[in-house]
């Protein structure tokens, strides 16, 4: 069993990673309606993505014999005005994932929960390559401006993104 601060956290981290799916799925349906079948490739595997690692904490909580609790999910939005726009406001989402993570890190150290820790590396690692990616994109559409030529470019090249399930 877990420290019940711990398992509460884990619990809310749970509700943050699939309100962050959907976050994702909305921005996939969004750009899919646009036209840009390739940004809405790269942000549905990003919603895959937030489900394994939702699914993964919830694996966790019941090898420590803890109860998962699932709580409603806020709504998100569900438009952007540009791909740019939805980039940065990604960008954003990721730095507050990426404490959140780093917050129940420090909390697995303060209570000495050493395997939750452990688990909770492949997160920190996970959130390291999420930044860095999401700044590639952005500085890419920065770049492209207002050149559609780029634009298909680079949608093609987010289209071609596959899926493969994160090791946690």
Known sequence: MLEKKLEDALNAQINAELWSAYLYLSMSLHFEHE?????????????????AHALALMDYLNARD????????????GSWDSPLAAFKATLEHEKTVTASINALYAMAEEVKDFATRQKLNTFVAEQVEEEETVRQIIDDLSLIGDDGTGLLQLDRELGARIYTAPQL
């Open 35 to 51: 036209g840009r079948n390739g940004i809405a490739n790269w942000f549905k595997i990003q919603f895959q993505e937030e489900q």
């Open 66 to 77: 803890c109860k998962v609790v699932l709580k409603p999910i806020a709504e998100v939005p």
